[in-house]
């Protein structure tokens, strides 16, 4: 009987009349999400940056703006500074997230400056001890710089008044190994052709 379930039960939704009952117990390793929460930040900075090795080609105006996004390849990152238990396997932990960000001379884009750009938020979340947050998934949403200040004397630069809009999304992982019901491993089917569009538009239950 088991075998014949096994065959029967494919990917998807399950009849109308319910599933059959599951034919084994399975260890699997997972990625375990606690929980989750996210903010919409809005942070200010001045940055300098010289024009004498990073920034040569000029010149710069007060006023003048210059682009700024999240750098290519590079992730947020958070690390926990602190934490208090609140009860009930809740706690309020504080962390410093980064942002790394790159900088382009709008005189000339192949001239960029990588700059970390770091604050601290309160969340509270199910977090056990042992347990990192993660922020990884957070983004940035928008980046804008501002040249605020040129100095063309001993130290010759610019300060780029930089605001950013950052989605924090924190969440708390951990690898475990958990237990669950399962049919088997699965077995493809033989690919068909399906004339049309490619991919093909899903059927309204599979929304």
Known sequence: MSA????EVTPGLCPPEGCPPPTRIECIVVDKVYDSCFQINDISRDISVSTATEFTTGPFAIGTVTPCELTIGSAI???EISRVDVGGGFFTITILV???ITLTNPNDPTETAERLISFTKVVTLCCPEGV???CTESTVLFCSGVVTAVTNAYNPGITISVTLQVC????????VQLLIPSYGFC???PCVAI????????PAQCF
């Open 4 to 7: 014949k379930i096994a065959q």
């Open 77 to 79: 990152t958070c690390m």
């Open 98 to 100: 980064t942002v790394p």
């Open 132 to 134: 990192d947050p993660d």
């Open 168 to 175: 924090v999304v924190v969440k708390c992982i951990l690898t």
């Open 187 to 189: 077995i493809p089917a």
């Open 195 to 202: 004339p049309g569009v490619c991919p093909p538009t899903p």
